[in-house]
């Protein structure tokens, strides 16, 4: 209800707006002593002069007492001024929020003396000696102001504590993720709604045991207990205050929750005080950080390795154990690259490498494969692992022919490629040593697509698939046909290859060997 007109406030008011309702929060002491002696007026028989002389020194003294009480809260809210005055980094947030965020318990905790020295007591002896009174009569008095006192320091402390809101919140979304914000107060708000009803308790007694038969205290014992039943009235508000400062942290925390669900990690709840609620919605922003820097982190590996095995890693952890599977390697190598990269600067190789793999690494994702090793001006490709396919081979020559066709068109025959498939078994996981390591697949599968990529030079072929993937095949992919037995080097078996006809630019016709 009060939270618009609050923000409104502050964008008009800007940097005056802390020490603005601190002054309006102060003032409310006027109000709260001014009621007490109406009261006074209503159950004690004065003249018209002496009511008058006691509401000029009741307001001498109030006056003393805020500008104390102003002169404290306008220190304490100084480490904030330059963070409302546009100097706007994470320290000087930090030190804006300690500031703001502590300013109602500071004030209580190192202005508790002010109200008692400047306000409650001068004006009870005031009061006693106006009236006559004995030193019971001054008892029974500072008992009553005693119990107004410390309805007007609890409604300053919320009021205060409401009116800070609009400025923490702005402050909080600046604070670094995981700042120190210092120690935690006590659950305030608990030992101020059980003082509320110990305070009227204890001085009922008091006022009922000092209560006599002269005639005068009797009238004040009176008069204190009504004093009573207008402060428990009063309570009321207190109460609606106190439920207002634990339900709209809460509001914030379940809108933050809905964000989340919904995937904004970047949602952030204002810290609003040092307090219970203060400490859930730290760590509230805290779990969301985490979430945050798990999902960058995510995204980031999923940048130098497979996305699928970027998830695998975050579930299982770094070490993959080395398994046996059936795969389909591709090779892929740009021709006559060695030469470019001698005329050209270092930056402009770089640059024509990045825009040739952003048009390669999306197809073998749509595939269902992975860029496994970066070689230079080549990469090694795979289908089946981590993920396992069964139709891997399929797989990775459809994921062969979309590249060579996408190359064409894209650098219109000012690039050339060799691609060679080969599929068998591998042993893949993760290899390495000293903290750093790496998902491989290693076989002689791996060697075989390899020295077939190199043999395409030869052929002048785009696209050639040994008789292992040939085998496999469940499709056409637009034909094949044979280009002999070949010897590779570092193999005693010799290895059948077959030219896809699609990559070749030949009519589309399936011609298998037999």
């Not at 004995?134 to 006192?149: K, Y």
Request: aromatic share 8%; proline share 4%; charged share 20%.
């Amino acid at each position: 209800m009060l939270r618009a007109p609050l923000q409104r406030l502050y964008e008009r008011l800007g940097p005056r707006y802390p020490r603005v309702v601190l002054a309006f929060a102060f003032v409310l002491a006027f109000f709260v002593v001014g009621g007490g002696v109406l009261l006074l007026n209503l159950y004690v028989d004065i003249s018209l002069r002496t009511f008058w002389r006691i509401a000029l020194v009741s307001a001498v003294l109030v006056s003393l007492e805020v500008g104390a009480a102003l002169w404290l809260g306008y220190r304490l809210v100084r480490p904030a001024d330059r963070w409302l005055r546009g100097d706007r980094t994470p320290e000087t947030a930090l030190a804006a929020w300690s500031a703001l965020a502590g300013l109602p318990i500071d004030l209580l905790r190192f202005g508790r003396g002010i109200p008692v020295v400047l306000n409650t007591v001068p004006i009870s002896i005031f009061v006693t000696l106006e009236l006559d009174g004995t030193f019971l009569s001054f008892l029974a008095i500072t008992a009553g102001a005693l119990v107004v006192l410390a309805y007007g320091v609890f409604l300053r402390f919320f009021v205060t504590e409401l009116a800070m809101r609009p400025v923490l919140a702005d402050v909080s979304c600046a604070l670094p993720d995981g700042a120190d914000l210092g120690e935690r107060s006590v659950p305030l708000r608990t030992k101020l709604l059980i003082a509320l009803p110990v305070i009227n308790v204890v001085t009922g007694v008091v006022v009922a045991g000092l209560a006599s038969g002269d005639p005068t205290l009797r009238a004040l014992g009176v008069g204190v207990l009504v004093a009573l039943v207008v402060a428990f009235t009063l309570s009321f508000e207190l109460s609606a205050l106190l439920a207002r400062s634990v339900v709209e942290p809460i509001q914030d925390l379940r809108e933050g929750t809905e964000r989340v669900t919904a995937g904004d990690l970047g949602v952030r709840v204002p810290v609003l005080g040092t307090d219970e609620t203060g400490r859930l919605a730290e760590s509230f922003n805290e779990m969301v950080a985490g979430l945050e820097e798990r999902e960058r982190l995510r995204e980031a590996f999923g940048a130098f390795v497979d996305p699928q095995l970027a998830d695998r890693v975050l579930e299982e952890g770094t070490v993959i154990e080395g398994e046996e599977v059936e795969v389909t390697v591709l090779f892929v190598d740009i021709r006559e690259f060695t030469a470019f990269a001698e005329r050209a600067s270092a930056a402009e190789v770089v640059t024509e490498l990045n825009a040739f793999y952003e048009l390669v690494v999306p197809v073998l994702v749509r595939h269902g494969g992975h860029a496994n090793k970066f070689i230079g001006d080549g990469l090694l490709a795979v289908f089946g692992a981590p993920e396992h396919l069964e139709d891997h081979a399929d797989r990775g020559v459809a994921a062969a022919l979309e590249i060579a066709e996408v190359v064409r068109r894209g650098y219109s025959g000012r690039l050339r490629i060799g691609v060679g498939v080969n599929s068998g078994l591998v042993v893949a996981g993760t290899i390495g040593g000293g903290g750093r390591v790496e998902f491989a697949v290693i076989g002689d599968t791996v060697n075989t697509a390899a020295r077939v990529e190199g043999l395409t030079r030869e052929t002048n072929d785009t696209v050639l698939v040994t008789d292992a993937t040939y085998a496999l095949l469940r499709h056409e992919h637009g034909g094949f046909a044979e280009r002999g037995t070949v010897t590779l080097r570092g193999r005693s078996e010799p290895v059948t290859l077959h030219v896809a006809l699609a990559a070749a630019g030949e009519p589309v016709a399936r011609r298998r060997s037999g």
